[in-house]
């Protein structure tokens, strides 16, 4: 079965988000390089990439806020404008910088270019919010999980044409070119973006009949009867322009097993930061930084496989159960390739690892799509951004000293080397392989729990239900 809706706004909104996330990335990856080239302080780059992901984290709500409270498209535009005004002004600050403004790692002018590049980076992720929520708007239900696997494509996309573009840009030319490059793909993508044609009204069908869930969440009695009126952008509800934190929470508590499904994700985010801290050095120690550069290019086409296997197959009748056997599925081979020293068995592990974390990315976005009003969608989406995010750095600042203070010695001359040595290896890399394993354990067991829960019955149930008017939704039981 093809992708059925507003196929045509639909795929130029893919193109559009392409063309700006490869930029925004690009920036990004290019200024964390620059960094480091510049002044050669990992602890300026770890600063950098810290403060990134706790931004990231601390402003999914408020842009989930603003999704809902505006047209889609319109903060779509908004976000690439933001982008744009920020990279403008990085360049005019770059280009009229003495010689060597740059190299101290504690430079006024250095943290003033990071700040710029940073701002109109994290502008972007208003983007990502806004995208699912108009899956919504434009894509039939049956059809969605499909649309979804192709915003995982476009994602796998970005992923390989930034890993290869960054460098060579700021190895061309510092920051002048990446910045340059950032303005004109903008300024088109702005452009293109203000000729698709997106009906928003079309939401109608889609929230009318979960208002009383939302007057229900948020003791807002008017919600109900302004769903229709805000179809422009979700702004129906009385009006409010605020972020409301504890009426999304109320949302995600309403929904049976929406929370535990939140609180799983993060979980594994929290044991991917495993990888985020560990992994580069694992595959260093196996490999040249060259072949493991080239490598990575070569994974994530398994990022572009997966969503195109999703846009031609579906998910299922059931993401939820799907969601959590692809996850057994990843920690299964986090156990494994780890228990070699062997780049094969890495490359192997890492590629299924590619290839499936679409399937969970897309059941999760078509779970709330389904199961979530959609005058709260953008801020269900922010609040899933921002719990989720939040997880993976705190564990990679975690396990970093663990994994060198604890492990590494465990595994290199202690009683780990002595008992288990002889047939899983002994030294540095095998401190590492042993953090991976143990990781695949407890991912295992967080699975396997997960499906025998009760919030997994009830999330299931409730995805798989007829639709149903918006007092059944708000009186739903809790079975």
Known sequence: MSIRGDRPAFFHLLVNTLLVSVMNFTVWFAITFYVFLQTRSVFATGVVSGIFLVLTALTGIWFGSLVDHH???????????????????????????????????????????????????????????????????????????????????????????????????????????????????????LAHLALVRIDERGADHVHTPESALVAAATGDAAAGDAAGAGSAGGAGESGKRRVDLRGTLRVVAQVPGLNALIIFSAFNNFLGGVFMALMDAYGLSLVSVQTWGLLWGALSTGF???????????????????LLAVNLVLWTVTLLFPLKSSIVLLTAGLYVYMLLVPYAEAAEQTILQKVVPYERQGRVFGFAQSVEQSASPLTAFLISPIAQFV????????????????????????????????????????????????????????????????????AAPDE
């Open 71 to 189: 047209g889609k498209k319109t903060m779509m535009q908004v976000s690439a404008a933001a982008s744009l005004v920020m990279y403008g002004a990085a360049l005019v600050l770059y280009q009229t910088a003495p010689e060597g403004a740059f190299r101290d790692p504690a430079g006024v002018r250095l943290w003033s270019l990071i700040v710029l590049l940073m701002i109109g980076v994290i502008a972007g992720n208003i983007r990502t919010i806004a995208l699912p929520t108009l899956v919504t708007v434009l894509i039939e239900e049956d059809s969605r999980d499909r649309a979804n696997g192709l915003v995982g494509t476009t994602s796998g996309v970005t992923f390989l044409v930034t890993s290869v573009i960054s460098g060579v840009l700021v190895a061309a030319g510092g920051m002048t070119w990446v910045l340059v490059l950032a303005l004109v793909v903008l300024a088109g993508g």
């Open 304 to 322: 572009i496989v997966g969503g195109l296997l999703i846009a031609r197959t579906g998910l299922g009748r059931n993401p939820v159960g799907l």
């Open 407 to 474: 492990f590494i010695p465990f595994m290199t001359d202690g009683f780990g080397a002595r008992t288990i040595g002889g047939w899983f290896g002994t030294g540095a890399d095998r401190g590492i392989a042993l953090v991976f394993v143990l990781t695949g354990v407890v991912g295992i067991v967080a699975t396997v729990l997960a499906l025998r829960s009760r919030p997994y019955r009830r999330l299931s149930r409730r995805y798989a239900a007829a639709p149903v008017t918006g007092a059944e939704w708000a």
